[in-house]
């Protein structure tokens, strides 16, 4: 069990560029969930797939931000036409499917700087 | 909707001394609660949990949280506070209405001084 991952681990990007973050989650956990933390903030609930399915959307930040998980394993959070007010943490988490009491492992987040 | 409020941002105590951070829940459905610990550029670590049954939880690291319903309180506590102790913690409660999704506290940071 190599735990959640997620690359890359810090981007630092133009402001109105495209950025992508990716990550693959333990292995055989069919639930992957996207948050934001900025400074001094808890985590923020994002969005998050059961398999390849996006089972809840409405609150990703803006239409600027889109997640897939294609063949239900690794999923990426793509960013377009980003803004200086995306810059934080951006963590990846999951959880198999009986997990007792819905408990769900992170990853090490990936660090966006938009400059 | 479920929300969570922790109280104090940031909590100092002597190295030996009780830790206590404090957590407040609101929930329209019996909560499943949890306690996780972050360090500085790391990703969450989970502490402890309660989901049913037993109201004392005890974690890692010598973490221990008691659900009170009558409260709607999930305090964090420690008997004797560590050095490697000092990070932001995190209350959260589970969302049914985003599928398992948590929904966190903004933190506490914890701070210990020798």
């Known amino acids: 069990d190599t735990g959640v991952s997620q690359n890359p681990r810090h981007k630092i990007t133009k402001r109105g560029q495209n950025v992508t973050f990716r990550c693959d989650p333990i292995s055989e956990h069919n639930r992957l969930y996207w948050y934001r933390q900025t400074l001094g903030q808890g985590p923020e609930f994002l969005t998050y797939?059961?398999?390849?399915?996006?089972?809840?959307k409405s609150r990703l930040l803006s239409d600027r931000f889109s997640a897939e998980r294609p063949k239900g394993s690794f999923s990426t959070l793509e960013i377009q036409r980003t803004e200086q007010g995306d810059s934080a943490m951006y963590l990846c988490a999951s959880s198999p499917r009986r997990s007792s009491g819905n408990t769900i492992y992170f990853g090490e987040g990936s660090w966006l700087t938009v400059v | 909707a479920q929300s969570v409020t922790q109280l104090g941002s940031h909590v100092s105590v002597s190295e030996g001394a009780l830790v206590l951070l404090r957590c407040n829940y609101s929930?329209?459905?019996?909560?499943?609660l949890f306690w996780y610990v972050q360090y500085p550029n790391q990703g969450l670590q989970l502490l402890l949990k309660?989901?049913?049954?037993?109201?004392l939880v005890k974690g890692i690291n010598g973490f221990e949280a008691e659900f009170k319903k009558s409260e709607t309180s999930f305090h964090l506590t420690k008997p004797s506070a560590h050095m490697s102790d000092a990070a932001e913690y995190f209350c959260a409660v589970s969302d049914p209405q985003a599928g398992t999704a948590l929904i966190f506290g903004k933190g506490t940071t914890l701070s210990v001084s020798s």
């Open positions: 797939f059961q398999n390849e399915a996006q089972l809840e």
């Open positions: 309660y989901t049913t049954g037993a109201t």
């Open positions: 929930s329209s459905v019996p909560p499943y």
